[in-house]
């Protein structure tokens, strides 16, 4: 488990009540742009590159703990909960949540309005959904190694905000 | 986007292969003299008559093809269509580990690929081996498993888990051994290799094949002469583990309907993963003289030709030129061509580019086929190409536009590049007017082309002190010009 500080890259757009957990890393880049509502990020996420989290609503838009969020994704909707999978330009619009372990496979999208549940994958084109049978023991050794190593690359290439 | 832009796209040249002669040279090489008459014959007759387009445009649409389809046969010196060549496989290999399966292996795995190939029963993506924990047994055993990178199918979900991370289809082979499925193929076969037996020692005349024409052939022949070891004396087949009865149904053969080898159909965690289908690479041969025009390289990974023969390296390429560099002499940098709108009536002037790939010059001549819906004037019917050379051969342009007023010359001159709008190196652009005197939504007009070059192999033949021979090669060629208002 990775307790350090979080790790903010500087080419970042940050707007707004942002509060961002131990250990989270977010990449150049990403924006976070708080407009409505505040944004609440859990510990130990993996924050990837261009990545848009933007809260337009008026509740906050948590997001909880251990999730990947790949390239270019998007996250509009009210919240994701824990070890979840967010692929490169996977969408969450609207006002939709994931629930935990969640895959949104690579170009794929949540319905506008829906709470998507545990274990659901996301996935193909033309897009369809399963629900995953494994019960992800897997991911965390995997997702802390990935922590521990951007904790210890990304400061020596990229300049990063002191954290308050 | 204007009409003219439009049009544009449709614009396009397809060349005909008739495959019954009609392209054939002043002396290929013939098996016999009466199927060299008869090609004579139908190359005459084809050629002299004009072509009807309306009544054969069904026919004439599986026998035309752009360019870049189309071979040649360096051997009879005719082109050779997709339909007219010999494909024989030229190799088999993985698509998705790129291994070059012998060509033995192929039929004893049944054209599949015999090691961690297969296709997600979900999702049909390519699993990948990956060692987790082991459900089975005491927990913390490590096993492999197929798992999908797409959906996240996990081959534990059908109950397959693996000792090793190589060779998975013999340990699925070992799994399904016990099976009742594989008892019952197993018994069938055995079953029918006595037939097979039995009626090849019984046929008249051994031909030592093994299809199953000549299997069926042998055992109507077999009956026929009426041995006494024939195929109805042996005893009918009896099922090894399923009763005949249609009504009962035992255990085993509910197993057997259970969809689980099914591919693609019903519930998804009864699914199996399907293993990956073996690619071929196909070499093609002129189906006249069984010479060989295509002949890519065995190896999976390379993607090169030992032996290419396309028809593009041999007859010129026809195009439309969108624009053309004006002649010096009118100033302008670029003229655009082949924008101007159809109308019924009115005269368009069409340019086409030829381009010669040989190493010779080419002579070409341009007869256009009768045509109903238009009236077309080819106004440089004959003119010769350059042989293909490098570029730096190419001084200046010979730029001779027939549009601008002729310049200080000999009218002898004249008469022979009139017509031809502009010539860079191997390229020579002419110029057709085109008159349409009704409405279509795709107006096309054959042209009847004829090209000429001296053969350059000939002259490194040493036997052979005469003069080197000459090539013909005539073809038709539609040409599609877009719609007409």
């Known amino acids: 488990m990775c307790n350090d500080k979080s790790l903010v890259c500087k080419n970042t757009i940050l707007e707004g009540d942002i509060r961002i957990g131990n250990g989270t890393v977010v990449h150049i880049d990403a924006s976070i742009i708080a407009k409505n509502g505040p944004i609440i990020i859990g510990t130990n996420n993996i924050i990837s590159d261009r990545v848009k989290i933007v809260n337009n609503h008026t509740t906050p838009l948590v997001i909880g703990d251990n999730n990947q969020i790949e390239t270019d994704a998007v996250i509009e909707g009210r ?40 274990n659901t994958i996301l996935f193909g084109n033309p897009q369809s959904r399963r629900t995953r049978s494994d019960n992800n023991a897997e991911y965390m050794e995997v997702h802390n190694k990935h922590l521990q190593y951007v904790h210890e690359m990304l400061p020596r290439y990229n300049a990063i905000i002191g954290a308050e | ?52 387009i309306s009544t054969q445009k069904q026919l004439a649409v599986l026998r035309t093809w752009p360019i870049e389809k189309l071979y040649y046969c ?38 599949s690929c015999a090691r961690n190939c297969f296709h997600c029963p979900v999702c049909t993506h390519v699993l990948v081996v990956v060692v987790v924990e082991s459900t089975q047994g005491d927990g913390g055993q490590s096993c492999s498993v197929l798992s999908c990178a797409v959906c996240m199918w996990d081959s534990r979900e059908i109950g397959w888990e693996f000792e090793t991370s190589t060779g998975i289809s013999a340990q699925i082979e070992r799994m399904r051994a ?81 969809a689980n080898i099914i591919p693609f159909n019903g519930d998804p965690r009864t699914k199996e993963p399907q293993r990956v289908r073996l690619h071929m690479k196909l070499s093609r041969r002129c189906r006249m003289c069984h010479h060989i025009l295509i002949k890519p390289e065995s190896k999976a990974h390379n993607s090169r030709f030992k032996i290419q023969l396309l028809a593009a390296n041999f007859l010129p390429t026809i195009t439309f030129p969108n624009f053309l560099p004006a002649s010096k002499a009118r100033g302008s940098l670029l003229e655009h061509l082949n924008t101007t709108p159809l109308r019924v009536g009115s005269t368009a002037p069409v340019v086409l580019r030829f ?54 010359s000999s009218s002898g001159r004249d008469s022979v590049k009139r017509g031809i709008i502009h010539q860079h190196g191997n390229q020579i652009a002419i110029q057709l007017d085109v008159t349409p005197r009704a409405q279509t939504q795709k107006l096309t007009i054959p042209l009847c082309i004829t090209c000429t070059h001296l053969d350059d192999m000939a002259e490194m033949d040493t036997s052979d002190t005469s003069t080197p021979r000459r090539i013909v090669n005539t073809f038709w060629a539609y040409v599609s010009l877009g719609t007409v208002n």
């Open chain 2, 355 to 408: 381009a010669n790939p040989l190493y010779t010059e080419m002579d070409v001549s341009v007869d256009v086929g009768e045509l109903d819906a238009a009236q077309t004037d080819v106004l440089a019917p004959r003119f010769t190409l350059p042989p293909f050379a490098e570029l730096w051969e190419y001084d200046e342009d010979e730029d001779d536009s027939s549009l601008a007023s002729p310049s200080a």
């Open chain 2, 1 to 52: 986007m204007s009409s003219e832009l439009d049009s544009g796209s449709q614009l396009g040249v397809l060349y005909y292969c008739p495959c019954s002669g009609c392209m054939r040279t002043t002396d290929a090489p013939v098996k016999d003299s009466k199927q060299k008459r008869e090609f004579a014959e139908l190359a005459e007759e084809e050629c002299r008559a004009p072509l009807d």
């Open chain 2, 74 to 111: 360096d051997d009879c010196s005719e082109v050779r269509c997709p339909h007219c060549v010999i494909e024989e496989p030229a190799g088999y290999h993985c698509p998705n580990c790129t291994f070059d399966v012998p060509t033995a292996s192929v039929r004893s795995e049944k054209n």
């Open chain 2, 178 to 258: 016990g099976g009742p499925a594989v008892k019952e193929y197993a018994s069938l076969l055995d079953y029918w290799r006595t037939v097979q037996r039995t009626a090849s020692a019984t046929a008249v005349g051994s031909h030592g094949l093994t299809s199953s024409a000549s299997f069926k052939h042998r055992l109507t022949s077999a009956g026929l002469h009426g041995n006494t070891t024939s195929v109805d004396s042996l005893p009918p087949y009896k099922a090894a583990c399923y009763v005949d009865s249609g009504a009962e149904l035992t255990e085993d053969f509910k197993a057997l309907e259970d």
């Open chain 1, 79 to 118: 919240g994701i909960g824990h070890k979840n999978v967010v692929q490169v330009r996977g969408k969450v619009i609207g006002t939709s949540t994931l629930g935990n372990n969640c895959v949104v496979g690579v170009m794929c999208e949540t319905d506008p309005s829906e709470n998507v549940p545990d």
